[in-house]
């Protein structure tokens, strides 16, 4: 399901992958709180790349859920990523609790 206010990134193992606009704003405004701390350009570069390496991570998790509910035959509609996470849109949740326990955890593994 596509939203106004995600930016589309692409599609990976048949699941849209989407950035929440507000992402941006945090990317942004990172490499202005580095770079005005006195370190110049390049600690805001890397602080830049240290967020982007947590969103990263963040996808990863979120891919953990949608493969495993996957694996059970539930398809994952859209994963969209916000600057304090993100959702892995599930059509449906398993209904044998074990499996509903290993799609939970499969994100954090």
């Given at each position: 399901m596509k939203n106004k206010w995600s930016l589309y990134l692409g599609r990976f193992s048949g699941i849209k992958v989407y950035i929440h606009w507000t992402f941006l704003i945090l990317i942004v405004w990172i490499f202005i709180m580095h770079s005005r701390m006195g370190d110049g350009w390049q600690a805001g570069l890397w602080g830049v790349l240290f967020i982007l390496a947590l969103f990263a991570c963040v996808v990863l998790h979120e891919f953990g859920h949608a493969l495993t509910a996957k694996r059970y035959q539930i398809a994952t509609r859209d994963i969209t990523i916000y600057p304090i996470g993100?959702?892995?849109?599930?059509?449906?949740?398993?209904?044998?609790?074990?499996?509903?326990?290993?799609?939970?955890?499969?994100?954090?593994?």
């Open positions: 993100g959702v892995a849109s599930l059509e449906s949740m398993p209904e044998k609790p074990g499996q509903e326990l290993l799609v939970a955890i499969a994100g954090p593994l």
